[in-house]
T-cell receptor, first 113, second 110 residues
């Protein structure tokens, strides 16, 4: 069964450093998303992406964040200058359409020290 | 209002019992209501979903009941098993943006 994959599974970085989280969505899906989950809290929407541009973003997704689909398979989330409060699990998801189910990857645990 | 309120925060059910988790929303523009199951250290896994034109959907032991006028929906897990022990999140979607509830930690005891 096709699945969303994410790398790395765990990333440790120092405050102020740039990180790139990578995702490979399900191959025939057209819509891509990033969510985050601070430990013990609910999952929060960050951004949705379709046709090589951002469809919608939350107030969390400020100028420090960017997304990109650099090739036909990868979807990346970049945090330019990490803060302590960026420590969280970051989940990538994909769907076939806007009214279709979203499937989540296993997540990347980001630890900012 | 984009919030989705979920209760209870935690739930302990005996094996074979029925687990019931409730959610409520305010935004009538939400058009899709999925439930996700999450095990520790894993991503949310889609369990079952419903659209607002349907009042109930059943898949195996899992049933969603949807009350559009009350803006409430619930997940029922019949014949709960220890393997169902996980955190369950309800969510609501508008323009493909999922708004999640705060989660319910379910423990099924022997």
């Amino acid at each position: 069964e096709p699945e969303v994959t994410q790398t790395p599974s765990h990333q440790v970085t120092q405050m102020g450093q740039e990180v790139i989280l990578r995702c490979v969505p399900i191959s025939n899906h057209l819509y891509f998303y990033w969510y985050r989950q601070i430990l013990g809290q609910k999952v929060e929407f960050l951004v949705s992406f379709y046709n090589n541009e951002i469809s919608e973003k939350s107030e969390i997704f400020d100028d420090q964040f960017s997304v990109e689909r650099p090739d036909g398979s990868n979807f990346t989330l970049k945090i330019r200058s990490t803060k302590l409060e960026d420590s969280a699990m970051y989940f990538c998801a994909s769907s076939a359409g806007t009214s279709y189910e979203q499937y989540f990857g296993p997540g990347t645990r980001l630890t900012v020290t | 209002q984009q919030q989705v309120k979920q209760s209870p925060q935690s739930l302990i059910v005996q094996k074979g019992g029925i687990s019931i988790i409730n959610c409520a929303y305010e935004n009538t523009a939400f058009d899709y209501f999925p439930w996700y199951q999450q095990f520790p250290g894993k991503g949310p896994a889609l369990l079952i979903a419903i659209r607002p034109d349907v009042s109930e959907k059943k898949e195996g032991r899992f049933t969603i009941s949807f009350n559009k006028s009350a803006k409430q929906f619930s997940l029922h897990i019949m014949d709960s098993q220890p393997g169902d022990s996980a955190t369950y999140f309800c969510a609501a979607s508008f323009h493909s943006k999922l708004t999640f509830g705060t989660g319910t930690r379910l423990q099924v005891t022997l």
